[in-house]
């Protein structure tokens, strides 16, 4: 199976979404919004609603490091280009973003306030989509397919709704040839090839690519990026908008689910099959 | 109280997907107003038979959208779904949770403000209010969720509810809602699509029964299939399996491709990664079959066989065979 990137860059008569002015166009830039997450192999809980996040099992969401993976890949191949790597969250979340910085994305740009705290999918986008405008504007943004922790994938296409620049979600392939960008993604039921001109917002899947490590010069390297660190003041966001104080849904209960009961296991000393036909049939599931 | 929005997901033939009636069984619960389906017509128009079921579901509107625009774009889909819901004064909209849905309902979000669910497995109302359920972290925790906003949009879990007709069946009223959807919306072309052609067994994220494959098999999908094909059920694999190319990435159950809960899961030559665990948790029953006795799957089934599965799935298959009869 390969998993090839395709890329066949060449930035030509790119506008921003924001930012450049003409006469002064700056270097191609790529924003990657990523988060970070409790471990999905370390035993999460929620209080109070909320997933807990200080629990020191935070990492990167590893879809995220398709996100980044792709942005270096475009930027490599078309031999320009500035990769800066956005996320939202409380104090440890700068590990995400440190990490973007390892694998060799250029600066990093990390939200935190505490009125974020609560913040639904909506309302983070909302926080993304002013930090991308705040630094500028991007060529193009690239995000994970889904946040490991939540799993609902609002984001992507509402940081797009909200910067007002087309989404093309779930990317497998990715190709950005001038100023159009395609994707082949692969749905349900269908496949489509997705075409629109820059800026844009692509989400990658883990078919995209396979991730760079960070090697140790590429960590020694990182330690002298710049990591800007930005408040709701500076973003100009209302308070209200975002935190527990926007939330649009509330978890009223949430628990862990019991173990099952009465579970069975036999090895298997000639007749499992004939055991497994007779439990089936016994508890009416064929 | 105001109608209720149903999406209609729907085939290239016009036939309702399977999850849609579950969808239609649980909005009837959630209004006494009337149930309203809402057809994106892209190219495909409901067929007879897709009426005559809503009808039998108690769906007493279809909506067909239709549009200057590509209606299959989320972006333009979105506007016209809020044309309609100002059109019908409806404040909720159900669809099926799929990737494409979960597109539409974050552009509902920032178009309309509304509360977005996804992946859900339960509703209510409790004194007015909306109230959600859902499993969260890979199938380990519940959660109850109320949505505070006037419109809210839910994406619901395929095999969340057992389907049941309206207590009277009514013939649904068809419409046309046209829009013209903004410059912004159709910045996206659809420059090829290509529906998966069909199988002949149900689809894998709405199956009631799924047999899947892991690196156990070795590639060997044969007599999984012949199992699936015994029990009326979905074949799915492991992320291993797919990258071996042994079978199609389509057929992916986990966090990034398939999330299942069908009410029986049978898995052959599975370990359980906490990546697949996370997209077949939630099933009703787990049935293991694993040389290793230590793979972690054993943690969660219901029913495990430590042995070879080139023996133990060919004997089950030929005992229920036996006892079908």
Redesign the interface.
Same mark, same amino acid.
């Given at each position: 199976?390969t998993r090839s990137i395709v890329v066949r860059v060449r930035w030509a008569n790119r506008p921003r979404c924001t930012g450049a002015s003409e006469g002064n166009v700056p270097d191609v830039k790529i924003v990657v919004c990523v988060k970070h997450v409790p471990d999905?192999?370390s035993d999460?809980q929620?209080a109070d609603g909320r997933t807990v996040r200080d629990g020191g099992d935070g990492t990167l969401n590893e879809?995220d490091e398709n996100a980044l993976e792709s942005a270096l890949s475009l930027v490599e191949a078309a031999g320009e280009g500035e990769v800066v790597v956005l996320t939202v969250g409380p104090d440890d979340a700068v590990d995400a973003v440190r990490k973007g910085l390892q694998m060799g994305a250029d600066e990093a740009v990390h939200v935190v306030d505490e009125a974020i705290a609560g913040s639904?999918?909506?309302a983070t986008?909302r926080v993304l989509a002013a930090a991308i405008t705040h630094v500028g504007g991007a060529d193009l943004v690239v995000t994970g397919?889904?946040g490991?922790?939540?799993?609902?994938?609002?984001?992507?296409?509402?940081v797009a709704?909200?910067l007002?620049?087309?989404?093309?979600?779930?990317a497998?392939q990715l190709e950005v040839t001038g100023s159009t960008v395609?994707v082949t993604r692969?749905?349900?039921?269908?496949? =489509? +090839? &997705? !075409? $629109?001109?820059l800026p844009?917002l692509v989400s990658v899947?883990?078919?995209a690519n396979e991730p760079r490590y960070p090697n140790f010069k590429g960590i020694m390297a990182a330690r002298k990026k710049p990591v800007t660190t930005l408040t709701l003041a500076d973003l100009g966001l209302d308070a209200t908008l975002v935190g527990a104080a926007g939330?649009?849904? =509330? +978890? &009223? !209960? $949430?628990?862990?689910?019991p173990a099952?009961e009465?579970?069975?296991?036999?090895?298997?000393t000639g007749?499992?099959?004939?055991r497994?036909?007779?439990?089936?049939?016994e508890?009416q599931?064929? | 109280m105001s109608d209720i929005l149903v999406l209609l997901d729907h085939?290239s033939t016009g036939a309702l997907?399977t999850p849609v009636r579950e969808l239609v069984t649980l909005a009837r619960d959630l209004t006494d107003g009337g149930v309203h389906g809402v057809w994106a017509a892209d190219g495909a128009e409901p067929s007879a038979d897709a009426l005559t079921e809503l009808g039998e579901l108690g769906v007493t509107h279809v909506h067909r959208l239709t549009s200057d625009a590509d209606v299959r774009v989320?972006?333009v889909l979105a506007e016209g779904v809020v044309g309609l819901l100002d059109a019908t004064g409806a404040r909720t909209l159900l669809a099926v949770s799929?990737?494409?849905n979960?597109?539409l309902?974050?552009?509902l979000?920032?178009?309309t403000?509304?509360?977005?669910?996804?992946?859900a497995d339960a509703l209510e109302r409790v004194d007015g209010t909306l109230?959600v359920g859902k499993?969260?972290?890979?199938?380990?925790?519940?959660?109850?969720?109320?949505?505070?906003?006037p419109v809210a949009v839910v994406l619901v879990k395929a095999n969340s509810v057992v389907v049941s007709p309206a207590p009277a069946a009514v013939a649904p009223q068809v419409g046309e809602h046209a829009f013209t959807a903004s410059a912004?919306a159709s910045?996206?072309?659809?420059?090829?699509?290509?529906?998966?052609p069909a199988t002949g067994r149900p689809?894998l994220?709405s199956a009631h029964?799924v047999v899947t494959g892991g690196r156990g098999t070795e590639g060997d999908f044969t007599a999984l299939e012949e199992l699936a094909d015994v029990?009326g059920g979905a074949v799915g694999a492991t992320r291993v399996a797919?990258?071996?190319?042994w079978i199609g990435?389509?057929a992916q159950i986990g966090?990034?491709g398939?999330t299942i809960s069908p009410?029986?899961y049978i898995g052959a030559g599975v370990s359980g990664a906490?990546?697949h665990r996370?997209g077949m948790q939630a099933s009703?029953?787990?049935?293991a079959?694993n040389t290793d006795?230590d793979a972690p799957i054993?943690e969660?089934?219901?029913?495990?066989?430590?042995?070879?599965l080139t023996?133990?799935?060919?004997?089950?298959?030929?005992?229920?065979r036996r006892?079908k009869g």
């Amino acid at each position: 199976m390969t998993r090839s990137i395709v890329v066949r860059v060449r930035w030509a008569n790119r506008p921003r979404c924001t930012g450049a002015s003409e006469g002064n166009v700056p270097d191609v830039k790529i924003v990657v919004c990523v988060k970070h997450v409790p471990d999905i192999q370390s035993d999460r809980q929620i209080a109070d609603g909320r997933t807990v996040r200080d629990g020191g099992d935070g990492t990167l969401n590893e879809l995220d490091e398709n996100a980044l993976e792709s942005a270096l890949s475009l930027v490599e191949a078309a031999g320009e280009g500035e990769v800066v790597v956005l996320t939202v969250g409380p104090d440890d979340a700068v590990d995400a973003v440190r990490k973007g910085l390892q694998m060799g994305a250029d600066e990093a740009v990390h939200v935190v306030d505490e009125a974020i705290a609560g913040s639904d999918a909506i309302a983070t986008a909302r926080v993304l989509a002013a930090a991308i405008t705040h630094v500028g504007g991007a060529d193009l943004v690239v995000t994970g397919m889904a946040g490991l922790d939540g799993l609902t994938s609002l984001v992507p296409a509402a940081v797009a709704a909200l910067l007002d620049v087309p989404a093309l979600p779930l990317a497998a392939q990715l190709e950005v040839t001038g100023s159009t960008v395609r994707v082949t993604r692969h749905l349900d039921h269908a496949s =489509e +090839v &997705l !075409e $629109a001109q820059l800026p844009a917002l692509v989400s990658v899947t883990d078919q995209a690519n396979e991730p760079r490590y960070p090697n140790f010069k590429g960590i020694m390297a990182a330690r002298k990026k710049p990591v800007t660190t930005l408040t709701l003041a500076d973003l100009g966001l209302d308070a209200t908008l975002v935190g527990a104080a926007g939330a649009r849904t =509330e +978890v &009223l !209960e $949430a628990a862990p689910r019991p173990a099952r009961e009465d579970r069975v296991l036999v090895t298997d000393t000639g007749d499992a099959g004939v055991r497994l036909a007779a439990y089936l049939v016994e508890n009416q599931l064929v | 109280m105001s109608d209720i929005l149903v999406l209609l997901d729907h085939t290239s033939t016009g036939a309702l997907r399977t999850p849609v009636r579950e969808l239609v069984t649980l909005a009837r619960d959630l209004t006494d107003g009337g149930v309203h389906g809402v057809w994106a017509a892209d190219g495909a128009e409901p067929s007879a038979d897709a009426l005559t079921e809503l009808g039998e579901l108690g769906v007493t509107h279809v909506h067909r959208l239709t549009s200057d625009a590509d209606v299959r774009v989320p972006a333009v889909l979105a506007e016209g779904v809020v044309g309609l819901l100002d059109a019908t004064g409806a404040r909720t909209l159900l669809a099926v949770s799929s990737f494409e849905n979960k597109e539409l309902a974050a552009y509902l979000a920032v178009a309309t403000g509304a509360g977005v669910v996804t992946d859900a497995d339960a509703l209510e109302r409790v004194d007015g209010t909306l109230v959600v359920g859902k499993t969260v972290f890979a199938g380990t925790w519940t959660t109850r969720t109320a949505v505070r906003t006037p419109v809210a949009v839910v994406l619901v879990k395929a095999n969340s509810v057992v389907v049941s007709p309206a207590p009277a069946a009514v013939a649904p009223q068809v419409g046309e809602h046209a829009f013209t959807a903004s410059a912004g919306a159709s910045r996206v072309r659809v420059v090829e699509r290509t529906e998966r052609p069909a199988t002949g067994r149900p689809d894998l994220g709405s199956a009631h029964i799924v047999v899947t494959g892991g690196r156990g098999t070795e590639g060997d999908f044969t007599a999984l299939e012949e199992l699936a094909d015994v029990l009326g059920g979905a074949v799915g694999a492991t992320r291993v399996a797919t990258d071996e190319g042994w079978i199609g990435h389509d057929a992916q159950i986990g966090q990034t491709g398939v999330t299942i809960s069908p009410r029986l899961y049978i898995g052959a030559g599975v370990s359980g990664a906490v990546h697949h665990r996370g997209g077949m948790q939630a099933s009703g029953t787990i049935v293991a079959i694993n040389t290793d006795p230590d793979a972690p799957i054993f943690e969660i089934a219901d029913f495990g066989v430590v042995g070879d599965l080139t023996t133990v799935v060919p004997q089950l298959t030929a005992e229920l065979r036996r006892l079908k009869g």
